[in-house]
């Protein structure tokens, strides 16, 4: 009976702990900018499967550090701006970005240079009709 038990806790540990591999731990975070294209996000989890979302360039507005106070401390996250349809000023949605990664202020100040270098280049860029 009490074996019964024990193996029955051990699977189900187990099969939590390949759900949480599988669906929720997050290995790494890449950011993939192209300024003629879009912007693509891949996560890869733990168990080896890759996630990724891609965001056509005519839909960003900007890019930007955002900074959110979480208890007794500031956390600063990268998020992309998306372009409202129906509005040319306004934004339709804010993407976070490195959610899981939550790499240090520093790290994310090289990424938002990089990308701003390559919306600007897009900007000044003739438009193709």
């Known amino acids: 009976q009490n074996s019964m038990v024990l193996s029955a806790a051990i699977f189900i540990t187990l099969i939590g702990l390949i759900i ?5 731990k997050i ?4 950011l993939l900018v192209i300024g003629s294209l879009g912007i693509q996000v891949t996560s890869s989890y733990a168990s080896g499967k890759e996630s990724t979302t891609f965001i056509e360039m005519v ?3 900007d890019v930007v550090i955002n900074e959110a106070i979480h208890m007794q401390k ?3 996250y990268l998020c992309i701006l998306l372009q409202d ?3 040319p000023q306004g934004v339709s949605e804010v993407v976070p970005l ?30 193709s009709s």
């Not at 290995?27 to 890449?30: A, G, I, V």
């Not at 240079?113 to 860029?125: F, H, N, V, W």
């Open 98 to 127: 490195f959610q899981s990664s939550k790499p240090r202020l520093d790290c994310l100040t090289e990424v938002y240079k990089s990308c701003q270098e390559i919306l600007e280049q897009r900007k000044t860029a003739p438009q």
């Open 74 to 76: 500031v956390i600063y």
């Open 85 to 87: 349809p129906g509005d």
């Open 59 to 61: 839909q960003v507005k």
């Open 27 to 30: 290995d790494q975070e890449s």
């Open 20 to 24: 949480y591999l599988h669906f929720v």
